[in-house]
C-alpha cells in the first residue's frame, strides 16, 4: 500500500509563493503518475498540475505558467511550486499517485488514481 503525506499549505498573500510537498511510501516503485488535485468549498476536485515517471509533465490552464511540478526520485516526493497566488487558488490541495504512467488526457482525471494524501489547505488572502 502506498501512504501520501502532503505539506507546505498554509496562508499567503496574493502575488506570493508557496510550495508544496508530497513523500510517498509503502513500497517500491518505478513507474508512476503523480498529481495535484484541488477542491474549494462547494465546487468539485479539479486537476492541477502531473507529472509521470517519464519526466512529462501536465498543468490546467489555470495554472499554467504559474504553478510548476518537479520529482526528487531518491527522495519518492513530487513538489509543487506554486508562483503568483491569485484570489482563486485558495483550495485543500490534495495529492494522488498512480503506479503506472498515464497519458495526457488520463492523468488529468482524478478517477485514474488510487492513492491520495489527505489534503493540505492553501489560503490566499488579498
Known amino acids: 500500500q502506498l501512504q501520501l503525506v502532503e505539506s507546505g499549505g498554509g496562508l499567503v498573500q496574493a502575488g506570493g509563493s508557496l510550495r508544496l510537498s508530497c513523500a510517498a511510501s509503502?513500497?517500491?516503485?518505478?513507474?508512476?503518475?503523480m498529481a495535484w488535485f484541488r477542491q474549494a468549498p462547494g465546487k468539485e476536485r479539479e486537476f492541477v498540475v502531473a507529472i509521470n515517471s517519464r519526466d512529462y509533465t501536465a498543468a490546467s490552464d489555470s495554472v499554467k505558467g504559474r504553478f510548476t511540478i518537479s520529482g526528487d526520485n531518491a527522495k519518492n516526493t513530487v513538489y509543487m511550486q506554486m508562483d503568483s497566488l491569485k484570489p482563486e487558488d485558495p483550495a485543500v490541495y490534495y495529492c494522488a499517485a498512480q503506479l503506472w504512467v498515464m497519458g495526457t488526457f488520463e492523468l488529468r482525471a482524478s478517477r485514474m488514481y488510487n492513492y491520495w494524501g489527505q489534503g493540505t489547505q492553501v489560503t490566499v488572502s488579498s
Open positions: 509503502g513500497r517500491a516503485f518505478t513507474s508512476y503518475t
